[in-house]
Nanobody
């Protein structure tokens, strides 16, 4: 079974840190570009951070630049999102995404999401 499972979410005070993990099973993560998305109530799902299949290039949304870092450990079939200096506006469900494009075909997988709540 192909599956992505996020973990590491929870309740944290403003200024705190969390590290989210996304573990893949049923496929090889190193073949995929990986992204973290988030969605808050009443808002559209937005891209938070992206890392290329090769792992040599990353991109972060302006709202999280300097605070969030995406990384991958292909040996563990896992991608991470380190979140520092968290703000209440970071509160959302965070989703892991894996995508592979080969020729005219593409393949994409989504995790179920993990809740991050930043509140005092």
């Amino acid at each position: 079974q192909v599956q992505l499972v996020e973990s590491g979410g929870g309740l944290v005070q403003p200024g705190g840190s969390l590290r989210l993990s996304c573990a893949a099973s049923g496929f090889t993560l190193s073949d995929y570009a990986m992204s973290w998305y988030r969605q808050a109530p009443g808002k559209e799902r937005e891209l938070v951070a992206h890392i290329t299949q090769a792992g040599d290039t990353t991109h972060s949304a302006d709202s999280v630049k300097g605070r969030f870092t995406i990384s991958r450990d292909n040996a563990k079939n896992t991608v991470y999102l380190q979140m520092n200096s968290l703000k209440p506006e970071d509160t959302a469900v965070y989703y892991c995404n894996a995508e592979r494009v080969s020729g005219r075909t593409s393949r994409m997988y989504w995790g179920q999401g993990t809740q991050v709540t930043v509140s005092s």
